[in-house]
Antibody, heavy 121, light 107 residues
Framework: EVQLVESGGGLVQPGGSLRLSCTASGIRFSNFWMSWVRQAPGKGLEWVANTKQDGGDKYYVDSVKGRFTISRDNAQNSLYLQMNSLRGEDTAVYYC??????????????WGQGTLVTVSS | DIQMTQSPSSLSASVGDRLTISCRASQNIQIYLNWYQQKPGKAPKLLVYAASSLQGGVPSRFSGSGFGTDFALTISSLQPEDFATYYCQQSYTNVFTFGPGTKVDIK
């Protein structure tokens, strides 16, 4: 059974930093692109970042460029999101998801349960 | 970046209804279009990938169609468990984008 488990969310002040983690089991983690997707309270889904299998290529939504960094440790089957200079509009549930890069359409096929990040003073 | 739009943004329907949700991309994305279902407090679930391929375990009353810029998700006979929000998503570029969602609730 595939499981993605996020952790690291919490309350942080504006301008602060937080590091999210996602641990995968049941998949050959190193074969997958991985993504972070977020959802602000009462809002829709917003894709945040992608990383390729070796972690060398990374892509970000414009609103987080220069503030967030996606990374991975294939030996630990883990994905990370380092979030700096946090703003109120970053308040959201953050999901990690695997990208089925070998599947037509390249969908996000497995998702974690999400971790809540609240940016507030 | 590729922009995705969906229509309608919400709709009310009854059990047994046939409904279609539309999704449009701001440029040609071939078949790099996927559909997700999300229920309150839950993670999204992949329904359809590559515009028209049904994900394993998804009931056959769901179907997807389209190519290029215009796509649709159809539910042939709405069931109680189908009341949810539906999102389209493009993976044509390495920068993914989601549509704004369509909320389906009970009439």
């Amino acid at each position: 059974e595939v499981q993605l488990v996020e952790s690291g969310g919490g309350l942080v002040q504006p301008g602060g930093s937080l590091r999210l983690s996602c641990t995968a089991s049941g998949i050959r983690f190193s074969n997958f692109w991985m993504s972070w997707v977020r959802q602000a309270p009462g809002k829709g889904l917003e894709w945040v970042a992608n990383t390729k299998q070796d972690g060398g290529d990374k892509y970000y939504v414009d609103s987080v460029k220069g503030r967030f960094t996606i990374s991975r440790d294939n030996a630990q089957n883990s994905l990370y999101l380092q979030m700096n200079s946090l703003r109120g509009e970053d308040t959201a549930v953050y999901y990690c998801a695997s990208v089925a890069i070998a599947t037509s359409g390249t969908p996000l096929d497995y998702w974690g349960q999400g971790t809540l990040v609240t940016v507030s003073s | 970046d590729i922009q995705m739009t969906q229509s309608p943004s919400s709709l009310s329907a009854s059990v047994g209804d046939r409904l279609t949700i539309s999704c449009r991309a701001s440029q040609n994305i071939q078949i790099y279009l996927n559909w997700y279902q999300q229920k309150p407090g839950k993670a999204p679930k992949l329904l359809v990938y590559a515009a028209s391929s049904l994900q394993g375990g998804v009931p056959s009353r769901f179907s997807g169609s389209g190519f290029g810029t215009d796509f649709a998700l159809t539910i042939s006979s709405l069931q109680p468990e189908d009341f949810a929000t539906y999102y389209c998503q493009q993976s044509y570029t390495n920068v993914f984008t989601f549509g704004p969602g369509t909320k389906v609730d009970i009439k």
